[in-house]
């Protein structure tokens, strides 16, 4: 499925990760009255083996946020961070208000914080694309996991793996400007979604 | 979920024992190795995929694969069989037999088939990993093979090591961290 994907194809949906992970880092710079910028974006097709590489290999901890898409495109949008970087995150929004709690508490509210961060920048993620192909796309609540990145980036495997041993990714990391904060977006259409994103492309 | 936990300080070998640790075999997603003691296989984060060993503790051969999806596509040839449950069990015993090791003698061990995310769209992949357990499951069914031990559903990644030594399976988990041998 993936074998034709030649480089004039891979830049289409290079742009797209530009301009979606462009609106979300504005997003995430107006959360925390920073600069953000991104490094970038990438569209690869790669070996499922080679997925978890990016990530410090499989066993590496990582925060897994996952936004299911629907309507137009239909698919998953996968944000990791490290687990010390999601951490990171969810302290320069939530600030000292948690001091005073207990531990179950403070779980619960950096979880909450996180999940909130992931539904801003995904949102503006997908509308940003949504504007640039004219599609309707439609995001689901996000869900959040702290596990194994091996086990994290299964997701991506299993949604590509009956048609072959290769995925489609789109990868955009997020630097902070004084502490280094990387994000890596994961835009990973179904089968037929992918059709129709391509399709958009003639016109592009 | 079935578990058969124990307690790791009960299998620690006594100290006047000597150990010779073998080499540790690493399996990729949809791969699959065989080995012989005192070597060692292994694969490392397992989500909804399935680590599946048989072993013959007669001859301590054992052999891993790492599943993907429950079921091979029809009409298309040339797909990797160790990458579904349906295909890579039979392939899996094959392999076995032709290194030595009797088939009526293989046993099962299986991890994995987490239920990672509980998001309800894209149903259809969301709940691979039970998919993959049951094809799993109902494959060694097919072939009178007794699985001995698993550690299957719930919704944390593992990393498995299997000693063709001991037969026993080590199953990590990082949330909650914990380390146990089934």
Same mark, same amino acid.
């Given at each position: 499925?993936?074998?034709?994907?030649?480089?004039?194809?891979?830049?289409?949906?290079?742009?797209?990760?530009?301009?979606?992970? $462009?609106?979300? #880092?504005?997003?995430?710079?107006?959360?925390?009255?920073?600069?953000?910028?991104?490094?970038? *974006? %990438?569209?690869?097709? %790669?070996?499922?083996?080679?997925?978890?590489?990016?990530?410090? $290999? *499989?066993?590496?901890?990582?925060?897994?946020?996952?936004? $299911?898409?629907?309507?137009?495109?239909?698919?998953?949008?996968?944000?990791?961070?490290?687990?010390?970087?999601?951490?990171?995150?969810?302290?320069?929004?939530?600030?000292?208000? =948690?001091?005073?709690?207990?531990?179950?508490?403070?779980?619960?509210?950096?979880?909450?914080?996180?999940?909130?961060? #992931?539904?801003?920048?995904?949102?503006?993620?997908?509308?940003?694309?949504?504007?640039?192909?004219?599609? =309707?796309?439609?995001?689901?609540? *996000?869900?959040?996991?702290?596990?194994? #990145?091996?086990?994290?980036?299964?997701?991506? #495997?299993?949604?590509?793996?009956?048609?072959?041993?290769?995925?489609?990714?789109?990868? =955009?990391?997020?630097?902070?400007?004084?502490?280094?904060?990387? $994000?890596?977006?994961?835009?990973? *259409?179904?089968?037929?979604?992918?059709?129709?994103?391509?399709?958009?492309?003639?016109?592009? | 979920?079935?578990?058969? &936990?124990?307690?790791?300080?009960?299998?620690?070998?006594?100290?006047?024992?000597?150990?010779?640790?073998?080499?540790?075999?690493?399996?990729?997603?949809?791969?699959?190795?065989? &080995?012989?003691?005192?070597? @060692?296989?292994?694969?490392?984060?397992?989500?909804?995929?399935?680590?599946?060993?048989?072993?013959?503790?007669?001859?301590?051969?054992?052999?891993?694969?790492?599943?993907?999806?429950?079921?091979?596509?029809?009409?298309?040839?040339?797909?990797?069989?160790?990458?579904? &449950?349906?295909?890579?069990?039979?392939?899996?015993?094959?392999?076995?037999?032709?290194?030595?090791?009797? @088939?009526?003698?293989?046993?099962?061990?299986?991890?994995?088939?987490?239920?990672?995310?509980?998001?309800?769209?894209?149903?259809?992949?969301?709940?691979?990993?039970? @998919?993959?357990?049951?094809?799993?499951?109902?494959?060694?069914?097919?072939?009178?093979? !007794?699985?001995?031990?698993?550690?299957?559903?719930?919704?944390?990644?593992?990393?498995?090591?299997?000693?063709?030594?001991?037969?026993?399976?080590?199953?990590?988990?990082?949330?909650? !961290?914990?380390? !146990?041998?089934?």
């Amino acid at each position: 499925m993936l074998d034709n994907l030649n480089g004039k194809g891979l830049d289409f949906f290079r742009e797209l990760e530009n301009i979606g992970a $462009g609106h979300a #880092a504005t997003a995430l710079s107006m959360l925390l009255s920073r600069t953000v910028s991104i490094r970038v *974006p %990438c569209a690869k097709v %790669c070996n499922y083996n080679e997925i978890c590489d990016i990530l410090h $290999g *499989p066993e590496n901890v990582v925060a897994g946020l996952l936004v $299911g898409i629907s309507e137009d495109i239909k698919g998953f949008i996968l944000l990791v961070l490290d687990e010390e970087d999601a951490l990171k995150l969810t302290r320069t929004v939530v600030g000292d208000l =948690t001091d005073n709690m207990s531990e179950q508490e403070r779980e619960e509210l950096n979880m909450s914080a996180l999940k909130e961060i #992931a539904n801003i920048l995904i949102g503006s993620y997908i509308s940003a694309i949504s504007e640039m192909t004219g599609l =309707t796309i439609d995001a689901s609540v *996000p869900d959040l996991v702290f596990d194994m #990145a091996g086990a994290v980036m299964n997701l991506l #495997a299993v949604a590509y793996g009956e048609f072959g041993d290769q995925v489609l990714f789109m990868e =955009t990391e997020f630097c902070d400007q004084d502490e280094s904060l990387f $994000g890596h977006f994961f835009l990973v *259409p179904d089968v037929e979604s992918y059709k129709t994103l391509t399709d958009k492309m003639v016109g592009y | 979920m079935d578990t058969f &936990a124990f307690d790791i300080e009960d299998q620690q070998p006594a100290a006047n024992k000597q150990v010779v640790l073998g080499k540790i075999h690493t399996i990729g997603i949809a791969e699959h190795k065989i &080995a012989q003691a005192p070597d @060692r296989l292994s694969t490392l984060g397992l989500g909804s995929c399935v680590g599946l060993i048989l072993y013959d503790a007669g001859k301590k051969i054992g052999g891993m694969v790492h599943i993907m999806l429950p079921n091979a596509p029809k009409n298309t040839a040339g797909y990797n069989r160790s990458k579904f &449950a349906d295909t890579a069990v039979d392939e899996l015993i094959r392999l076995l037999v032709k290194n030595g090791a009797m @088939r009526t003698r293989l046993t099962a061990k299986l991890a994995g088939g987490a239920h990672m995310f509980s998001t309800t769209c894209n149903a259809n992949f969301m709940n691979v990993g039970e @998919r993959n357990i049951q094809v799993c499951k109902q494959k060694l069914k097919e072939h009178s093979i !007794r699985i001995l031990a698993e550690d299957t559903g719930s919704t944390s990644g593992r990393s498995i090591e299997f000693n063709c030594e001991t037969g026993q399976l080590q199953v990590r988990t990082v949330s909650p !961290r914990s380390i !146990r041998l089934i």
